[in-house]
């Protein structure tokens, strides 16, 4: 029965939720920097002209000077056009422009989002396949082919610390197996580190640990493969 080890969908939810964020967040940013907040500064400057207007008007008024027709005239637009900037707009924020660019588009839209996609693919092509738990059975692994019979070792070097076994075949061909990645990745990897070390490894990639109870070796390991830790 051929075992086939498949990005997990819980990996492949996360990777596509963050490239929608981080791509969502790198949009978001070029609107601020290139629309909004042009927007805004353009806005408050026109406030401010029309605010500097009106109070050197009222002022002039409030000193018991007379206004002649035109600055009249002039008051009372100033007077209307201040009243339409309710509330009076505020100075955009010196923090502002720069954060929204190196940020969100630089941080998440142009250098996140791009490497998120890369991982992405570069997780599926981890893609492993056991053509049949036995002698007569295939590993393939991105475009490396070993055939069972022709496997020389299992590297579990790093299993129990990064999830992460290599068997290695003929002429210096390898197959990297991601547990943390892929799914049903311990059942190819146990058929392998069982084949091997049985003194070690059970077929569930677990380490075999001694009974102190009649010193033969169990099949029950207290430790979990990596994982099933919290």
């Known amino acids: 029965m051929p075992v086939v080890c498949e990005l997990r969908t819980k990996r492949l939810v996360w990777l596509v939720v963050y490239i929608v964020v981080c791509f969502a967040l790198g949009v978001w940013g070029a609107y601020d920097y290139w629309i909004r907040i042009p927007h805004d500064e353009q806005r408050f400057r026109d406030y401010e ?3 500097g207007s009106f109070d050197s008007l009222q002022k002039k008024a409030d000193e018991g000077r007379t206004l002649n027709a035109d600055e009249r005239k002039q008051y009372e637009e100033s007077k209307k056009r201040v009243a339409e900037y309710q509330p009076p707009p505020s100075p955009v924020p010196a923090w502002d422009r720069p954060l929204q660019l190196y ?4 941080g998440c839209g142009v250098i996140s989002t791009p490497w998120l996609i890369w991982s992405l693919q570069r997780a599926r092509r981890k893609r492993v396949e056991l053509s049949d ?3 007569t059975g295939v590993l393939r692994g991105g475009e490396t082919t070993i055939e069972v019979r022709q496997v020389t070792e ?3 070097s790093r299993w129990m610390s990064k999830s992460i076994a290599v ?3 003929p002429a210096g061909a390898s197959i990297e197996i991601d547990d ?3 799914q049903d990745g311990e059942k190819v990897v146990g ?3 069982n084949r091997f070390h049985p003194s070690e490894w059970t077929t569930e990639a677990r380490r075999v640990v001694a009974s102190e109870s009649d010193g033969q070796a169990s099949d029950d390991a207290t430790a979990a493969t990596p ?3 919290p």
Do not use: Q
């Open 227 to 229: 994982t099933e830790l």
């Open 49 to 51: 002209t029309v605010k």
């Open 154 to 156: 299992v590297d579990m």
């Open 133 to 135: 738990l036995s002698d």
């Open 167 to 169: 068997v290695r075949g």
């Open 180 to 182: 943390y990645l892929l």
């Open 191 to 193: 058929f392998f580190a």
């Open 103 to 106: 940020v969100y588009v630089i």
